[in-house]
Each structure stands twice: as C-alpha cells, then as structure tokens.
C-alpha cells in the first residue's frame, strides 16, 4: 500500500514517465539482462556517468574525426592516421520522421571503426534535438558549459520557443549480422545539430555497418517512424600490426592460465587482447577473486598502468568459461619487443601475479 501511496504522489508532482525516457531506461535494464557476463572495472563503473558528460562537456574546438576522438587517442595519433579518415562515404539511409542522420567521417583502422555522425532536425523550426545522454531539466547549453544544472533547461526552451523536444542518438549498431552497442566519443552542438563521434569493434578486410536510428518526441509514444537505419561499407587500414606472446602461462598467485595475449597495433590506437581461465586446480579464495573479476593493467616502462583508450572497458564471459579482455591504448611510435602485465581483483585491489611476455610477430611464429 505504502508503495502504491508513493507513486501516486510521484505521478501528481511530476505528471507521467515521458515515453522516450522509459524506452531509453527500458534498453538500458535490457542492456545488463542480455549481456550479464560483461563487467565494467569497479573504479571505472562509478565515473563513467560523469565522465562521459564532463569529458565531453566543453565545446571543441575543431570538428575533424580525429580530433574529437578522446584525449589519449587524440595525444598519441601518428602521421598516417589522417591517411585513413574517409569522406563522402556512400551510404543508404531509411530516415525517422523528425531527424536526418549522415556520416560524415569515418576510418577502420582494423580493429575499431571510428565515425562522426551528423544529425539535423527535419525541420528546424518544429524541432530540437537533444542528445543521448540529457534530460529534458538538464541545462540546454550544458555541453558547452559543463553545468547541467544551471541555466534555461532543455525543456524549458522548447516550451519557449514552441518546439518539439526530440532525442537522437544510436540504439545499436549491426556489423556481419552481429549487433554491437556503441561506444560514444565525443557529443556537441553545432547550432541546431548534433554531432556524434562514436566506435565499434569489427574484423575483416571490409565491413558493412547498419546504424539503428532513433529520432523520438520525449513526451510521445516510440513508433515505426521514429525509427530508421543507416548503411555504409569502409575497408580495413594496411597499416594494422600483430605481435603475439607464446602462451599457453600458468599465473599461480592468481591460479589462472593465460591462453591468448596479442597486441594490435594501428596509426589510431593499440590494442591488447587477452584470454585466460581459471585452473582445474584453483583454490577456492582464487575462485571468488575470478567471479570478482581479474583484470589487468599493461604497465609502463616506469611501472605505471597505461591510459585506457576507451572509456567502455568489460570482461567478456567465453563459452569454455573463461573470459576475454580486450583494451586499447594510445598509438605506439615503435613496434612492441615485450609487454609486463600486472593482474589484480577488479573488486578488492588485490595485486597478483607480474608477468613479462616476450612479443613477436605473429606472421613470424
């Protein structure tokens, strides 16, 4: 009863939960239930909210692909990554009725697709747009300003200015059949447009990605024709390299075995890739720090954790019941002699074994 009382006394003060809100909290909870084996790092779960709006919240400066990628992607680019950006990619678009999605740049480096994505309302005096990650109380110029709470609110100016206040942004995106949710860069406002720089994982000398559109009056129900998709083909980078370590690695203080450790190497990012299982004959205190989640830093030559590239990091549950972590870091001037890594509880800190691998190329082993 007291719960029922309590709605009650929400719906009277705040009116009904607007449509486009609960479909966004809808794919969120779904989100978590249809891929409960990916875990964010526990100190990164905590800031990613805050990261995403603050580390995007000031305006940038210059518009290009590459320079709306995140600080350590942007800090460590070599020469040849501007070789890669793509522009007037062909594409085929099924549009939403209230906003106009293009690609504008996009580049592969052969393990990431990196692309910004212009939105435009399809008719700018009826509409106006607000990005994924608002809400209508936030403060409407908030990207610029890194304040969502001070000044004339999103819902506020649509009121004012007679408009429809319409939220854009990218539900999923499908690569070979396969869907991925996608990783946000960077978002700004460019008078009545957004921009959007996002990524993907994909493999492949060229890859087709669909782009599932959503363009939906906050305050109405989500309909067919809020939603719509956009289609286009890029190939791969030349410039893409492997080096590989000679695992299988028995790690005893964690009581794992490493199977895989490759690193990827591109003018845009690196990429470390690992696999690893806990041992038939693991005890049961190395069994719980497994459940917990191990992780593992790739040091520096000075002992020091690299930075992530990316601000989405998880552990992936395999079918033989290990699990996969894959990171990127900034790009690397020279190609990789070795790689030390240092395996820890996600949950308690705990530090376990320090390994260091010998890399080679892998067309060489």
């Avoid at 740049?105 to 509409?127: C, F, I, N």
């Avoid at 969502?148 to 999923?172: C, H, R, Y």
């Avoid at 493999?203 to 305050?219: P, S």
């Amino acid at each position: 009863m007291e719960g029922k009382h309590m709605k009650a006394l929400w719906r009277e003060a705040c009116g009904p939960t607007p449509p486009g809100f609960a479909h966004r909290m809808k794919n969120a909870v779904m989100a978590q239930t249809q891929h409960p084996a990916r875990r964010l790092r526990p100190a990164l779960a905590i800031a990613l909210g805050a990261t995403l709006l603050l580390g995007s919240a000031f305006a940038l400066e210059r518009l290009g692909l590459l320079d709306t990628l995140n600080q350590t992607l942007r800090g460590s680019l070599l020469p040849q990554a501007q070789e890669l950006v793509k522009t007037d990619i062909p594409q085929e678009a099924k549009q939403p009725e209230l906003a106009h999605f293009q690609i504008e740049e996009a580049l592969y480096d052969g393990h990431q697709v990196y692309m910004t994505l212009r939105v435009k309302p399809a008719d700018p005096h009826k509409t106006l747009l607000m990005d994924r990650n608002a809400m209508p109380a936030w403060a409407a110029d908030y990207r610029q300003t890194g304040d969502e709470m001070t000044g004339q609110s999103f819902a506020e100016k649509a009121l004012a200015t007679k408009q429809n206040l319409v939220q854009a942004w990218i539900e999923e995106i499908s690569l070979s059949g396969e869907t991925h949710f996608v990783s946000s860069q960077a978002s700004r406002y460019e008078e009545d447009s957004l921009l959007y720089t996002l990524s993907a994982p994909a493999q492949g000398d060229e890859v087709t990605l669909r782009l599932h559109l959503l363009a939906t009056d906050i305050y109405q129900p989500i309909d067919e024709d809020a939603k719509g998709t956009l289609d286009f083909s890029i190939k791969k980078s030349p410039h893409i390299k492997t080096f590989a370590a000679t695992p299988p690695l028995d790690l005893p203080l964690a009581g794992i075995t490493l199977s895989l450790c490759e690193v990827e190497t591109t003018p845009i990012a690196s990429y470390l890739s690992l696999r690893y299982a806990l041992k038939e004959n693991a005890t049961p205190l190395q069994a719980v720090n497994f459940s917990d989640g191990l992780w593992a830093d790739w040091l520096d030559d000075t002992g020091h954790p690299r930075e992530n590239g990316e601000f989405e990091l998880g552990l992936e549950t395999q079918a033989s019941g290990g699990v996969a972590l894959v990171q990127s870091f900034g790009a690397m001037k020279e190609a990789p002699e070795d790689i030390t890594l240092s395996f820890y509880n996600g949950m308690t800190k705990e530090r376990f074994d320090q390994v260091t691998l010998a890399l080679s190329p892998k067309e060489d082993q």
